[in-house]
């Protein structure tokens, strides 16, 4: 069975940092790309989350929503199966529910965490 679980959300003040980890088991994480996603409040439900990073699995640069370049770090350790986010200079505007997706680049599919709730506040 698919987990993924997300830890290190909370409430931080703007120009604060978080810590954001996502630990994952039932599938060969080495074989999927890893991504944190995120979605603002108030936001309508079925609006698509929105990219925060990405680091595939085959070691390519990881990719960055413009809106967090230089501040955000994504990494991960395929032998333990996590992938992190460390989030630096935080603004109000980076409050959301932060989420970790696990995607198969053979068939697509998607697998993704609870979420983790990030407040920042000014």
């Known amino acids: 069975q698919v987990q993924l679980v997300e830890s290190g959300g909370g409430l931080a003040q703007a120009g604060g940092s978080l810590r954001l980890s996502c630990v994952a088991s039932?599938?060969?994480?080495?074989?999927?790309?890893m991504g944190w996603f995120r979605q603002a409040p108030g936001e309508a439900p079925g609006l698509e989350r929105e990219?925060?990073?990405?680091?595939?699995?085959?070691?390519?640069?990881?990719t960055y929503a413009d809106s967090v370049k230089g501040r955000f770090t994504i990494s991960r350790d395929n032998a333990k199966g996590t992938v992190h986010l460390q989030m630096d200079s935080l603004k109000p505007e980076d409050t959301a529910v932060y989420y970790c997706?696990?995607?198969?680049?053979?068939?697509?599919?998607?697998?993704w965490g609870q979420g983790t709730q990030v407040t920042v506040s000014s």
């Open positions: 990219l925060v990073a990405q680091a595939s699995w085959a070691g390519d640069a990881p």
């Open positions: 039932g599938f060969t994480f080495a074989q999927y790309t």
């Open positions: 997706k696990a995607t198969s680049p053979i068939s697509g599919t998607p697998y």
